[in-house]
T-cell receptor, first 115, second 117 residues
Framework: GAVVSQHPSWVICKSGTSVKIECRSLDFQATTMFWYRQFPKQSLMLMATSNEGSKATYEQGVEKDKFLINHASLTLSTLTVTSAHPEDSSFYIC???????????FGNGTRLTVT | AQTVTQSQPEMSVQEAETVTLSCTYDTSESNYYLFWYKQPPSRQMILVIRQEAYKQQNATENRFSVNFQKAAKSFSLKISDSQLGDTAMYFCAFMKPWGTSGSRLTFGEGTQLTVNP
């Protein structure tokens, strides 16, 4: 079945540095990738939608200059957390629709810890 | 905009028994999909079951079944013969058909299910 590969699975970084998270669709073309953020014991909140070849669409309240999204190809979308701060520590997860009528497939998520 | 509500933050059940998780949603759409996802401690999102709104028949997947009441906008999940491995956070989710404007997964708040031995 359709697989979304997300890397890294976990990362620890120092405050003020930037971190890049990658999501790749392994056996299908993902023209769209959804990026979610999840705090402990809470639901998944959509941060932004990336589209191959165009600018990402950010949800209200999400800082587009802080969370840079690039959809470089039909199989790769990246999320860069710039100038990370401890409050950015969270679980980030991507998902992509493999096709019409098919459920979204999720990456395994990235646990980000900012010290 | 669509909203999804799960009114049970936590539930517990004894192994081998049956448990039902509740979900209600609000939408003006006539065609859509509903899902139940399972998130174990590994935090991987696992699709449990899905329902297409235009299908009246309730979806079933082995021990998992749903009670879909379109008029009431209710979509509950029944887990039969509960197993220890069913312990997880369960999310109800709504999505307009992929390709329609604004199609994305909207999640409920989640229900933490614990299966006790």
């Amino acid at each position: 079945g359709a697989v979304v590969s997300q890397h890294p699975s976990w990362v620890i970084c120092k405050s003020g540095t930037s971190v890049k998270i990658e999501c790749r669709s392994l056996d299908f073309q993902a023209t769209t990738m959804f990026w979610y953020r999840q705090f402990p014991k809470q639901s998944l909140m959509l941060m932004a939608t990336s589209n191959e070849g165009s600018k990402a669409t950010y949800e209200q309240g999400v800082e587009k200059d802080k969370f840079l999204i690039n959809h470089a190809s039909l199989t790769l979308s990246t999320l860069t957390v710039t100038s990370a701060h401890p409050e950015d520590s969270s679980f980030y997860i991507c998902s992509a629709p493999p096709g019409t009528g098919s459920p979204l497939h999720f990456g395994n998520g990235t646990r980000l810890t900012v010290t | 905009a669509q909203t999804v509500t799960q009114s049970q933050p936590e539930m517990s059940v004894q192994e081998a028994e049956t448990v039902t998780l509740s979900c209600t949603y609000d939408t003006s759409e006539s065609n859509y999909y509903l899902f139940w996802y399972k998130q174990p401690p590994s935090r991987q999102m696992i699709l449990v079951i899905r329902q297409e709104a235009y299908k009246q028949q309730n979806a079933t997947e082995n021990r998992f079944s749903v009670n879909f009441q379109k008029a009431a906008k209710s979509f509950s999940l029944k887990i039969s013969d509960s197993q220890l491995g069913d312990t997880a956070m369960y999310f109800c989710a709504f999505m307009k058909p992929w390709g329609t404007s604004g199609s994305r997964l909207t999640f409920g708040e989640g229900t933490q299910l614990t299966v006790n031995p």
